[in-house]
């Protein structure tokens, strides 16, 4: 294996990969769900519904110690994962009823999360065993510069074409055009995938009992399983309905809107290497902590603000959201393998992808049942996301990850 030529392959469809979950994700298929008359609430489930499939990745680990991690089992899911992303397109052609196009659209969003998640670790696997750890911070700082480049150009294209339709009545064909491009991202980072090496991964055979009691038995990691649980609660809950805060409530038009998209991935891009600069003595209060500090001023503005002045602060909101999202990015693709055992790492990090998901579900359940769709429970969302990015910093201070130790 050609080290360095290998690399340079893994890093192009890590990025292609990962620009086209932000581009298939909560901004631009938000606003495809708003244009497919879906509810708030509706929208608000699917802005975190692929962090609550994570609950599926319980069975991943048990799953691929048993039918193995193959290149062309991995690569069948990974096709299947990516095709969904663009059945989103077929709904209008197929139905005007709302109900009806609440389901279809959650059928597919469905079948993207679930395989999506199923094939999370074993691409966690196959990076990790390729790279060498030296390596691996630059690697992610590297792929989140680039990734975000990809995600502000689109986004800037994307903005001005979506208005342009709009303006002339036409706003479903530059929808069209939207999922033309995810499908050719998707269709160019398969192939690069198909040529790319893949190393032998051996794990042992494990069951679903093993993959819980193994890392939740483990004194340290259940310092990551709490980091994890606070910051996928605090983000979700404030981010869960941001998107459609923005489209309904402020009504902004689709440049605006990609503006602040561009602006959050420029921030997420700019500051990877700042990230990487703190996490490389792997003392994670570097990072964690300032990182919430960030959240809680993002989301206090997003609170405290009234809509006619907040409209003009959101390009700092969103500059402040990619900057601490840039930092959990590090820890999360580093710190969460780093501290899994050695024969369990597909249990570890699919156990945590687990609580992950449990902590997320009941964000929809919280949200039916305490709040009407309205601007005023929406900011109620951005105090709670606020009051949990406290309780982090909190933990991380006092708790996890203590510098002096």
Not at 21 to 41: D, R
Not at 103 to 121: D, K, P, Q, V
Not at 222 to 251: D, H, P, Q
Request: a positive charge; one cysteine or more; charged letters at 20%.
């Amino acid at each position: 294996m050609n080290y360095k030529k290998e690399y340079k392959k893994y890093l192009a469809s890590s990025i292609l990969d990962t620009a086209n979950n932000k581009i298939a994700s909560t901004s631009f298929i938000t606003a495809f769900a708003v244009y497919l008359g879906l509810s708030n609430f509706a929208i608000g489930i699917y802005a975190v519904l692929d962090t609550i499939t994570n609950i599926v990745q319980i069975f991943a680990a048990p799953l691929f110690s048993r039918i193995g991690q193959s290149k062309y089992v991995v690569l069948t899911n990974y096709t299947i994962y990516r095709l969904s992303s663009i059945c989103f397109a077929f709904i209008p052609f197929i139905t005007k009823n709302i109900e009806l196009r609440t389901i279809l659209f959650f059928i597919f969003a469905s079948t993207y999360a679930i395989t999506g998640e199923l094939g999370y670790i074993t691409f966690v696997n196959w990076r990790m065993t390729l790279l060498k750890k030296e390596d691996r911070t630059k690697f992610a700082s590297t792929r989140n510069i680039y990734k975000n480049t990809v995600v502000m150009i689109f986004s800037l294209i994307m903005g001005v074409v979506l208005d342009k339709f709009t303006a002339n009545g036409y706003e479903l064909y530059g929808f069209m055009i939207l999922f033309f491009i995810v499908f050719l991202i998707a269709f160019i980072d398969i192939f690069i995938r198909i040529k790319t090496y893949k190393p032998i991964i051996e794990e042992k055979k494990i069951t679903i009992k093993e993959t819980i009691s193994k890392p939740a038995k483990d004194k340290e990691f259940k310092k990551i399983l709490v980091i994890g649980g606070l910051n996928r609660f605090a983000y979700g809950i404030g981010k869960m309905y941001l998107n459609v805060f923005l489209l309904r409530y402020l009504n902004i038009n689709y440049i605006y809107y990609s503006i602040l998209n561009i602006l959050i991935n420029f921030s997420e891009a700019l500051c990877s290497k700042f990230w990487a600069t703190k996490a490389k003595d792997r003392k994670w209060n570097k990072v964690l902590a300032p990182m919430s500090i960030i959240y809680i001023l993002a989301f206090s503005l997003l609170f405290l603000l009234k809509n006619e002045v907040l409209i003009f602060f959101l390009p700092i909101i969103y500059i402040l959201i990619g900057l601490g999202g840039s930092g959990y990015e590090m820890f999360d693709h580093i710190a969460i393998y780093e501290h899994s055992k050695e024969d369990y790492k597909t249990s570890y990090v699919t156990f945590e992808r687990f609580i992950e998901g449990i902590v997320t579900a009941f964000l929809p359940i919280i949200s039916y049942i305490i709040f009407p769709e309205s601007a005023i429970s929406i900011k109620i969302t951005f105090f709670i996301s606020v009051i949990a990015y406290l309780i982090l910093f909190i933990y991380v201070k006092t708790k996890a990850y203590d510098s002096k130790k």
